[in-house]
């Protein structure tokens, strides 16, 4: 079993085999408490972990509610809103990836940070691929986990997940399925990558310049006419025979995806 121990830097602790040893403070001076109370789901059945975890938290500002399976985790989303879910993958009755695939599929978008022994590649991918949007594995600093929750908090909701929509417009990056209006949407790999990139930021202007850095990573001196291109080939596909169309040319500026009506 996972026990809660205090390593040799101070201000640092980490989950280890061994014993708990008493004293110090789990506050981690050198960042700021968030400003307001965040509140956190923290689900985790091993009493000794979500205590040592549920008080490193509350000293730091955070406003903490405690799960201690994984039927009691579906439930609290159901009355309570989150800023961040703290889910281990070891818990009785519901296993956590099961309970992320499930919050997922109802349509939550807080973030989900993993907790888990298992450190392999695949289990890594399991997680992610249920919905999760970080994954840290035990031992773990403390530290490190205060910073991936404010990395986490930091994220624009619409970058989270692994579920997207604009619209009627449906896109699944776990299985790589793409639908509008429930009719199923065939995309070549770089075609599949523009629309992501579209649908996690809607509603805003994306330059072609931005486009090439986040989709094809590089720079290219075709840029303008090879971003162009998908974007038409990708017009066809999912503005073509269906209302409103999502597509939008902002003439000097870029492409917008959005379901609202162009001004």
């Known amino acids: 079993m996972w026990r809660v121990h205090e390593t040799f830097i101070p ?48 000293e730091n500002g955070y406003s903490v509610d405690l799960a201690r399976d994984g039927e009691e985790a579906l439930e609290w989303p159901s009355v309570a809103s989150f800023d961040v879910i703290i889910l281990d993958v070891m818990l009785p009755s519901v296993d956590g990836t099961e309970v992320c695939r499930t919050l997922r599929t109802q349509g939550l978008r807080t973030p989900i940070l993993m907790l888990t022994a298992r450190d392999g ?17 035990k ?13 986490l908090s930091r994220r624009e909701p619409a970058l989270l997940g692994t ?7 449906r896109m699944n990056t776990a299985t ?11 995309l070549t790999s770089k075609e599949f990558a523009l629309l992501e990139h579209l649908m996690r930021h809607p509603n805003q202007v994306l330059s072609r310049t931005v486009i090439a850095e986040h989709v ?18 990708l017009r066809k596909k999912i503005d073509e025979g269906f209302d409103p169309k999502l597509i939008h040319t902002v003439r000097g500026a870029g492409y917008r995806l959005s379901d609202r009506t162009t001004r």
């Open 11 to 58: 201000g640092v602790y980490t989950l280890t085999k061994g014993h708990i040893k008493q004293g110090g403070t789990l506050t981690q001076r050198a960042h700021s408490s968030p400003i307001g109370a965040m509140r956190i789901l923290l689900v985790e059945d091993e009493p000794q972990i979500a205590d040592f975890v549920a008080r490193g938290l509350h």
């Open 121 to 137: 590649v695949e289990d890594r991918v399991r997680g992610l691929d249920s919905g999760a949007d970080d994954y840290l594995v």
């Open 139 to 151: 031992p773990f600093a403390f530290a490190e986990l205060l910073a991936r929750i404010r990395a």
């Open 163 to 169: 579920e997207l929509q604009v619209g009627d417009l």
């Open 176 to 186: 790589r399925q793409v639908t509008r209006a429930g009719v199923l949407v065939e």
């Open 216 to 233: 094809w990573n590089y720079d290219f001196d075709n840029v303008t006419n090879v971003i162009d291109v998908h974007v038409k080939n």
